[in-house]
Structure formats: C-alpha cells, structure tokens
C-alpha cells in the first residue's frame, strides 16, 4: 500500500496563521452582535446592515486581490498588506461609540480579510500536490476554525473576568492578531515555480475569462446560491441572546459552532477527494435545511445549541469542498482570479442575505428569518439535483 505523502510545511504554516488572526477576529465577533444592540442600541436590522457590508466587502474585495495576485505573481506579499489591516483593524473595535464606528471598523477588517483571502487560497493550491488539495484546504480550514473556537472561549473568559466590559475584552484581540502577521512573514515561503510559471499579463480580460471553463461559472453560481441559504452567523448570536443567553456567555454561540466545523472539515475535505463533489455538497445542503429549522422552532438553548451545531457541521461540509472544487475547474495561471470571482458571487450574495434577515428579522420575526434560509437551502439542492442529472444523462 502506497504511503500518502507529507502535508507540505507551508500549508500547516498558512494553517496556524489562521488559526491565530481568528482567534483575534472570533473574540470580538463573538460579543459584537450583542455588544451593538445592547450597549449601542442597534435593531437587528442594522446588524444585518453591518454584518452585510463587511462580509461582502471582504468577498468583492478578493476579485481584485485574485487578480492582482495573478498579474504580480506575489501571492505572500498580498496576503501580508491582507493580515496587516486586518491587525490594524482591532483596536477600532475597543473605542467604538456607535455603530457606524463599528460599521468602518468591520470595514477596515474585512478589507483586509478580502486582500488576503483569495492570495492565500491559490497559495495553498500552489504548494499542495493536486492529490491531496482537498486534504490540504480541509487541515487549513480545520486550524482556522480551531482559532475561531478558541476566540469566543477567550472572549467568556474575558468578559467574566472584566465583569462584563465589552471595550477592555476587545483590546485583548490585538496579540493574536500580530502574532498571526510575523508567522506569515517569517514562517511561509511562496514556492519560486509557482512563481516563475506564472506570467504577468493583465487578467481583466474578456480573453482571460474565456479561459474559465463551465464546469467553473457552475461552481460560482453554486456558491452564489448557497451564501443566500447562509446570513451572518450574527443572527445565531442573537438567536440564543433571545431564549435567554446572558451577555457573557453570548461567545459560546460560535464555540459550538466553531467546535464542530473543526472537527468535520479535515476528515471531510478528505471524504470530498475520494467521492463526488455533488453529493457531499447535497448532504450538506440537507444538514443546512434542518438547522433552519431547529432554530426557526427553538424554544430554548438545548434547541438553540442543537440548530448551532448542525449549521457547523455544514459548513464543514461545504466550505473546504468549494474552495476545492474552484481550484480544481480552473487553470493553475488563473487560479487567483477564479477565486475572486468565486467571492464576488458570494460577497454580494451575502449581502442580500444579511440586509434580508435583518428585515425579516425586525418586521416579520426570527422564526420567519430562518424559514426564509431554508427555502434559499431548499433552491440550491434543486439547482444541484438538475446539475446531477444532467451529468448523468451525458
């Protein structure tokens, strides 16, 4: 039986990268939601506005660090100004007096989180033999969401022992934050053959799109849909804050959820080299669909928790897997591009979505909030079950 090979350095390096910039960013997301409606007096309405705006931000933002990436052959260097900001970003969060200070906060953030996400994906593609990509973004994927276990933790610990003080806890979040920063610079090499092979023409070209296959634009319109299924995580928070979870403990919304991505993104971004990529990505959808449902019908934190972890164990199902099957439908000199548009799909998909909750959120209920994203969930299965069957009778 042949021996599998070693996981290559830089991708472990890239992992706990992840994981440290996480824990910064988890520890102050953990408490946001809670700490906008109750110490800034926001409507859930202007959560999702904010949520919105940053998360999409950070996704539309990645079209242009792709295709930068891709033109300057400087995959590292991006990554580098990406986890900068996002560093620089935190103490912002510590003297916010209103919401619109957590509004350019969350801006400034997530700027940096959109610079770096797409570099550092083809970096991974980059450094990891094409057999075992799917490994190699489900251990990254893994370790990130370790941090993002590890952030909300710290943040009850915290915040028991500031006795509730959201602005002291926030500062906390800037250690993690730089030490994420010198491990990228100093722990991480770009390989100089992926480098050298790629050449520096200009990627914003009808010609160059070309170049994306169908297979790809599927991929794309697939994560698209699947983003409308999911809003912010936000709402989960808030979710539990209503069926009576104090203030302090809001972070363990994301502990739970961060505790089961964790531990179903390695071993299933290894499943998703060895069985179709459909399927899994049907199961999930499935898992989706009923933690909508759990948590529309919550009554209670046994109910609340129940739902958090199924939407966990979805996104370990799914996130590594469409990274995956980006890098695998698209050519290796455009492989940053294909994942910034991948993004610019999701990013302004997310922003629907959030902007949506929020509405549904405030006017109609959160029950109704979360039966919306089961009906989103329920339209990307049938989107994927026609692809299935198309392929079949091909």
């Known amino acids: 039986m042949k021996k599998s090979p070693a996981m290559p350095r830089g991708i472990w390096m890239l992992g706990f990268v992840s994981l440290f910039m ?6 102050i997301h953990g408490l946001l939601p809670v700490f906008m409606v109750s110490s800034l007096g926001a ?11 940053a998360e999409s931000t950070a996704l539309i933002v990645k079209v242009f660090s792709g295709m930068l990436s891709d033109y300057l052959g400087k995959r590292k260097f991006l990554a580098v100004i990406g986890y900068g900001l996002g560093a620089a970003s935190k103490p912002l969060f510590a003297l916010a007096l209103s919401v619109n200070w957590v509004l350019a906060a969350r801006f400034i953030d997530r700027i940096g989180k959109g610079i770096r996400g797409a570099p550092r994906d083809a970096l991974v ?6 057999e075992m990509r799917g490994a190699a973004y489900g251990l990254r994927q893994s370790l990130d969401t370790v941090g993002a276990f590890i952030g909300p933790l710290l943040g009850v610990a915290l915040m028991l022992v500031w006795a509730g003080d959201f602005r002291t806890v926030f500062w906390y979040a800037m250690i993690p934050a730089v030490i994420a920063v010198a491990l990228l610079i100093f722990g991480v090499d770009e390989p100089k053959s992926a480098a050298a092979a790629r050449k520096p023409v200009n990627p914003i070209q009808w010609k160059t799109l070309g170049e994306l296959s169908r297979a790809y ?9 699947f983003t409308l299924a999911r809003f912010s995580e936000a709402f989960l928070v808030l979710r539990a804050q209503q069926q009576g979870l104090p203030d302090a403990y809001a972070p363990l919304v994301l502990v739970v959820m961060n505790a089961v991505y964790a531990l179903a993104a390695y071993p299933l971004g290894k499943l998703a080299d060895r ?17 909508d449902l759990v948590l529309a019908q919550a009554e ?16 370990g199902m799914t996130q590594g897997l469409l990274a995956a099957m980006v890098a695998d439908t698209a050519p290796a000199h455009l492989r940053g591009t294909a ?27 959160a029950g109704i909030t979360f039966y919306a994203g089961a009906m989103f969930s329920a339209a990307a299965l049938l989107l994927l079950a026609l692809r299935q069957r198309r392929l079949a009778s091909a």
């Open 125 to 130: 593609a980059d450094l990891a033999p094409a």
């Open 275 to 291: 069985m179709s990529h459909l399927t899994l990505l049907q199961v999930g959808l499935v898992t989706l669909i009923a933690a």
């Open 300 to 315: 209670g934190l046994v109910a609340v928790a129940l739902g958090v972890a199924l939407w966990g164990l979805y996104l």
């Open 339 to 365: 994942f910034g548009l991948f993004n610019l799909a999701s990013g302004i998909a997310m922003l629907v979505a959030s902007i949506l909750a929020g509405l549904l959120w405030d006017s109609l209920g």
């Open 43 to 53: 409507s859930a309405f202007a959560v999702g506005v904010v949520e919105g705006i």
């Open 22 to 27: 996480d824990v910064s960013s988890e520890l």
């Open 217 to 225: 634009w599927f991929v794309v319109a697939v994560g698209g849909v």
